[in-house]
């Protein structure tokens, strides 16, 4: 058969005038083409040796995967989440408060910022058991604060099961306040009913939602002149007979304070802090007592909380002092 398709070089590298030669390099050319690339990568700059490049291409990259590292724990703006279970230390003085703190605090002068609402009638769940509706979110330092409050009086009533330490938010007023958080957390109480929500978490992100229920209740009372605003957190309402104006005390005085340091002074009734935190406690148990009709004995009973009681019943539906 006639070959038509002209034959390729035998080398298919050019020769030393550029051209394809046709013929096999000689020992000398190919010497010399040796020598040429030895003397090209010698006179590569440092940076450019495949050496080098890898090197810092993967110094780069264990920079960039520390500082998602880095980011990833600090949350970015500060406020990754941060739930830890409760010590032996804050359970013991928030879920089993002490009678005798409960009785010399009393109200411990303080106003209890509850207003009373109109109707008159007390709200209950199916089983006839007065509810008691919280909103509030993670972030709200106000919250924080209301929340070692509300812990110890409803402790009262009932038991909590996976309460866990939070923090305010790092980015708001009163920062990193200590608290905790009703997020995944249980109630029970023969007494009462807790619906908690906590809508919004430390980066003021959706966190739970609201049931309609809750909703409704939340729409209607929590606006002036039942509230200081509109949709202000913490929102507090006890059965539908009582709300919380406002936030009980200031969480200034909670400042720089860890959850041990704040349940240490729990155990003091002459500290600040115990007669704010305990004195609305007390209020806010008196208030339940009323709506419950004086149930439990072991806890409404009691001279503290019966001596109480006659303030809270005189309770207008005015904004509160």
């Given at each position: 058969m006639a070959q038509t398709t002209p034959r390729k070089p035998v080398t298919t590298k050019p020769g030393p005038n550029g051209k394809y030669t046709g013929k096999p390099l000689t020992k000398k050319q190919r010497r010399n083409q040796a020598a040429a690339r030895s003397v090209s990568v010698s006179h590569r700059p440092p940076w450019q040796s495949p050496t080098v490049v890898t090197s810092v291409s993967v110094g780069i990259i264990a920079i960039v995967l520390i500082i998602i590292v880095v980011i990833n724990q600090v949350g970015g703006s500060g406020n990754a989440s941060k739930s830890t279970?409760?010590?032996?230390?804050?359970?013991?003085?928030?879920?089993?408060?002490?009678?005798?703190?409960?009785?010399?605090?009393?109200?411990?002068?303080?106003?209890?910022?509850?207003?009373?609402?109109?109707?008159?009638?007390?709200l209950k769940d199916s089983t006839g058991k007065p509810i008691i509706v919280y909103v509030g979110a993670d972030y709200c330092p106000f919250c924080a604060a209301e929340r070692w409050?509300?812990?110890?009086?409803?402790?009262?009533?009932?038991?909590?099961?996976?309460?866990?330490?939070?923090?305010?938010?790092?980015?708001?007023?009163d920062p990193d306040t200590h608290t905790f958080t009703f997020h995944k957390s249980t109630y029970t109480s023969p007494y009462i009913t807790f619906t908690p929500a906590e809508i919004l978490d430390r980066n003021q992100a959706p966190l739970e939602t609201m049931t309609s229920q809750v909703k409704t209740i939340f729409t209607a009372y929590n606006k002036p002149p039942f509230t200081t605003q509109s949709g202000q957190f913490p929102f507090v309402d006890i059965a539908n007979?009582?709300?919380?104006?406002?936030?009980?005390y200031d969480p200034a005085i909670l400042a720089g304070l860890t959850w041990d340091q704040i349940a240490n002074?729990?155990?003091?009734?002459?500290?600040p802090v115990t007669i704010a935190i305990v004195g609305n406690a007390n209020i806010l148990t008196a208030a339940t007592c009323i709506v419950t009709q004086d149930q439990p004995a072991s806890v409404c009973s009691s001279p503290t909380i019966q001596a109480i009681e006659p303030g809270v019943k005189a309770i207008k539906t005015t904004p509160a002092a």
């Amino acid at each position: 058969m006639a070959q038509t398709t002209p034959r390729k070089p035998v080398t298919t590298k050019p020769g030393p005038n550029g051209k394809y030669t046709g013929k096999p390099l000689t020992k000398k050319q190919r010497r010399n083409q040796a020598a040429a690339r030895s003397v090209s990568v010698s006179h590569r700059p440092p940076w450019q040796s495949p050496t080098v490049v890898t090197s810092v291409s993967v110094g780069i990259i264990a920079i960039v995967l520390i500082i998602i590292v880095v980011i990833n724990q600090v949350g970015g703006s500060g406020n990754a989440s941060k739930s830890t279970p409760l010590s032996a230390n804050v359970a013991s003085v928030v879920l089993h408060p002490d009678a005798t703190v409960l009785q010399k605090v009393g109200s411990g002068g303080q106003s209890g910022k509850l207003i009373k609402l109109p109707g008159g009638t007390i709200l209950k769940d199916s089983t006839g058991k007065p509810i008691i509706v919280y909103v509030g979110a993670d972030y709200c330092p106000f919250c924080a604060a209301e929340r070692w409050t509300m812990v110890m009086w409803l402790s009262q009533f009932g038991t909590f099961k996976g309460l866990t330490e939070t923090q305010s938010s790092a980015t708001d007023v009163d920062p990193d306040t200590h608290t905790f958080t009703f997020h995944k957390s249980t109630y029970t109480s023969p007494y009462i009913t807790f619906t908690p929500a906590e809508i919004l978490d430390r980066n003021q992100a959706p966190l739970e939602t609201m049931t309609s229920q809750v909703k409704t209740i939340f729409t209607a009372y929590n606006k002036p002149p039942f509230t200081t605003q509109s949709g202000q957190f913490p929102f507090v309402d006890i059965a539908n007979t009582y709300s919380l104006f406002t936030t009980s005390y200031d969480p200034a005085i909670l400042a720089g304070l860890t959850w041990d340091q704040i349940a240490n002074k729990l155990k003091n009734p002459s500290d600040p802090v115990t007669i704010a935190i305990v004195g609305n406690a007390n209020i806010l148990t008196a208030a339940t007592c009323i709506v419950t009709q004086d149930q439990p004995a072991s806890v409404c009973s009691s001279p503290t909380i019966q001596a109480i009681e006659p303030g809270v019943k005189a309770i207008k539906t005015t904004p509160a002092a």
